[in-house]
């Protein structure tokens, strides 16, 4: 059983009086760590970093870089990008290998752009949520990167079907 340090006690009660003499406004919020989502999540966040000196890894944070947000919004119009001209190729005779994807085409041209960027941005979104977690940033990057890729070979496969 711990027993209480009465040292430790008075300086917590010290840090969370309120230096005018004011009451608290309630429990002291710093005691818990920023949660993944928060009302400050997307509209007036107050964090960028960790709360304690040398805390980079593994915290939430309410407040984002316009780098970060850039590159998400490109990775989300690759997506968007990939998804019309997937339709442009198929228009021209081409042929969907995915079978997933071939389901929501055969939904209609609307429902599967739409789907597939809804389904993005909200992947998108929750790797900004965890952007200062490792898989999170390995996750952006590799599928940054196919996304790229991918935009590559659609280049490839509409200048081979003007040719043929």
């Given at each position: 059983m711990?027993?209480?340090?009465?040292?430790?006690?008075?300086?917590?009660?010290?840090?969370?009086?309120?230096?005018?003499?004011?009451?608290?406004?309630?429990?002291?919020?710093?005691?818990r760590?920023?949660?993944?989502?928060?009302?400050?999540?997307?509209f007036?966040?107050?964090?960028?970093a960790?709360?304690?000196?040398?805390?980079?890894?593994?915290v939430y944070?309410?407040?984002?870089?316009?780098?970060?947000?850039?590159l998400?919004l490109?990775f989300?119009?690759?997506?968007?990008a990939?998804s019309?001209?997937t339709?442009?190729?198929?228009?021209k005779?081409?042929?969907e290998?995915?079978?997933?994807?071939?389901?929501?085409i055969?939904?209609?041209?609307v429902?599967?752009v739409?789907f597939?960027?809804?389904l993005?941005?909200?992947c998108?979104?929750?790797v900004?949520?965890?952007?200062?977690?490792?898989p999170?940033?390995?996750?952006?990057?590799?599928?940054?990167?196919f996304?790229?890729?991918?935009?590559v070979?659609?280049?490839?496969l509409?200048?081979?079907?003007?040719?043929?």
């Amino acid at each position: 059983m711990d027993t209480p340090n009465p040292q430790h006690d008075a300086s917590s009660a010290a840090a969370a009086a309120p230096l005018d003499g004011e009451r608290p406004r309630g429990p002291d919020r710093r005691q818990r760590a920023t949660p993944m989502l928060s009302r400050y999540s997307f509209f007036g966040g107050r964090r960028r970093a960790g709360r304690r000196d040398g805390e980079i890894e593994n915290v939430y944070v309410d407040m984002y870089s316009p780098r970060l947000t850039a590159l998400l919004l490109i990775f989300f119009a690759l997506t968007v990008a990939d998804s019309v001209l997937t339709l442009v190729y198929l228009g021209k005779g081409g042929r969907e290998f995915n079978p997933v994807a071939q389901w929501m085409i055969d939904q209609g041209a609307v429902f599967f752009v739409l789907f597939k960027g809804v389904l993005s941005g909200l992947c998108l979104l929750f790797v900004m949520l965890h952007k200062n977690f490792k898989p999170a940033r390995l996750a952006l990057g590799i599928g940054f990167g196919f996304y790229f890729l991918l935009g590559v070979y659609h280049l490839v496969l509409q200048v081979l079907a003007m040719q043929g």
